[in-house]
């Protein structure tokens, strides 16, 4: 057929054979033609070399596409930040370690805490969010490629040979955009470091947001200073524990992970997306991930990991709450403050919600009221240093029963004080009966003088 006889259509199919097939660029003439069948052909233009650029990979995620949009939402209505801010918050970070050097035993940071705009908090935490997400980020785009797969009829499949590693890198890159968003809102949204409750910061490293901070002191009706020492106090005892306890940050990250590897693609719900998904049109594809209608309920596996996370995040924020009330007790609002900074925890903003959905994890201590009711019973009984003990060693930190029964951890607290040895449990019967079957099985040892010794070793 010469190139004047060939319809509209024609042209269309051989554009999706050119791309799909990995053939090469796409004549701009023949995208012009696309305007008989109401297609823009400017709009098509930029679709295809999207969808080529994706082709072009190898199928992996390119997190670079996080990266930019979190950092154009960070960045668009940063303020930075002022000579005046910085030496306000230096200032109230430099008496806040003071105070908090009296309320824990545990050590003071390294490195100076810092001042951080929107889009520094971006650069210095995105690594951490993408280590978070990529467990979901890669089931997404296996599924998408299993669904495209099985929604492809096998005469198709030759002249579509490349629609698996493409639909494989556009879930990715839409995800990875998502991510992205949900990053650079939260960005707008956070005072601090450690205002989410995971170690997102670099370890060791305390920070406040200058800008945030001023947005959430405006409806508290309480005193700039006041405000600044309480959070700069708050965020050095949330930094400090993360130093101190080295192994804490990687028991943290790795439940968070463990969590979001057991999250599977509701492959129904993709497959009827993918019946209907157009390549030009990947705005379904961004509000399914969006709402999080591509992840299904969670299994009983994995409300169990949420509860163990939740009660691991608990224990954090109940200690940081605690050290952080008894260092701040100077401050007239240090208890309205502290209301406020639980509430707001407690009930997340939109952004957390937006992380909630995309990759089926809340971050909120659900617990933490009982757990700083915990920590409160044991520095009554025991004092600071032998509190700030327990977070020396893993098999130390306490547990969720200790939350449900903090008179029990009191108990073996103190007799530990008293040098008294803890009653042994299952554990340690079992491993004294597996020693004394070992050691009863032993053979005997020749008496002194014997001529069974083992004869002198002689020189080489």
């Known amino acids: 057929m010469a190139d004047d006889e060939r319809s509209p259509e024609d042209e269309f199919q051989e554009l999706l054979r050119n791309l799909l097939g990995g053939q090469g660029a796409i004549d701009p003439e023949r995208l012009q033609q696309l305007s008989s069948l109401g297609i823009d052909p400017a709009m098509m233009q930029t679709v295809m070399q999207h969808l080529q650029g994706a082709m072009s990979g190898d199928g992996s995620i390119d997190w670079n596409a996080a990266k930019t949009q979190a950092m154009h939402l960070a960045n668009k209505d940063d303020h930075g930040v002022t000579a005046g801010a910085r030496q306000d918050i230096d200032q109230a970070f430099t008496l806040a370690a003071l105070w908090l ?21 971006v650069e210095a935490t995105l690594p951490v969010w993408q280590e978070l997400a990529e467990p979901v980020a890669t089931s997404i785009a296996d599924a998408l490629t299993a669904a495209i797969d099985a ?24 995800f ?19 205002d989410v409750g995971i170690p997102v910061m670099p370890a060791g490293e305390a920070a406040i947001l200058p800008q945030n901070f001023a947005d959430f002191g405006r409806d508290l009706d309480v005193d700039a200073d006041q405000l600044a020492l309480y959070l700069a106090t708050r965020e050095l005892a949330h930094a400090r524990l993360f130093r101190h306890a080295r192994w804490l940050r990687l028991h943290v990250i790795s439940q968070v992970t463990d969590f979001a590897r057991g999250i599977h693609v509701d492959t129904d719900a993709l497959e009827e997306l993918a019946s209907r998904f157009d390549p030009s049109e990947p705005e379904e594809l961004r509000r399914a991930l969006e ?26 924020e109940g200690w940081v709450d605690v050290v952080t009330a008894a260092a701040t007790a100077r401050l007239p609002a240090a208890d309205k403050i502290g209301e406020a900074v639980r509430r707001r925890r407690a009930v997340g903003g939109p952004a957390e919600e937006a992380m909630g959905s995309l990759v089926g994890l809340e971050l909120r201590p659900r617990r933490l009221r009982e757990a700083a009711a915990m920590w409160r ?3 009554d009984a025991v004092g600071a240093e032998a509190r700030d003990s327990l977070w020396d060693y893993p098999d130390l930190m306490p547990t969720a029963e200790d939350i449900d029964d903090p ?33 009863g099985s032993a053979p005997e040892a020749p008496a002194s003088g014997s001529d069974d010794r083992p004869d002198d070793p002689q020189p080489v």
């Open 176 to 194: 990875a955009a998502q991510l992205g968003a949900v990053v650079g809102r939260l960005s707008q949204e956070v005072v601090s470091g450690g």
């Open 377 to 379: 019973a044991v520095t």
């Open 101 to 121: 050097s009296e309320a824990t035993a545990i050590s003071e940071l390294a490195v100076p805490p810092r001042t951080l705009t929107r889009g520094a908090w």
């Open 407 to 439: 008179a029990g951890l009191v108990a073996r607290l103190q007799a530990r004080a008293r040098g008294e040895l803890p009653e042994p449990d299952e554990l340690d019967a079992a491993l004294e009966a597996l020693l004394n079957e070992a050691g």
């Open 151 to 174: 929604q492809t009829p096998e005469e198709m499949k030759g002249i579509v040979a490349g629609a698996g590693r493409l639909m494989r890198a556009l879930g990715g890159s839409l």
């Open 291 to 316: 709402s999080g209608a591509l992840i299904p309920q969670r299994s009983d596996a994995q409300s169990a990991a949420l509860t163990r996370l939740e009660n691991l995040l608990a224990t954090i």
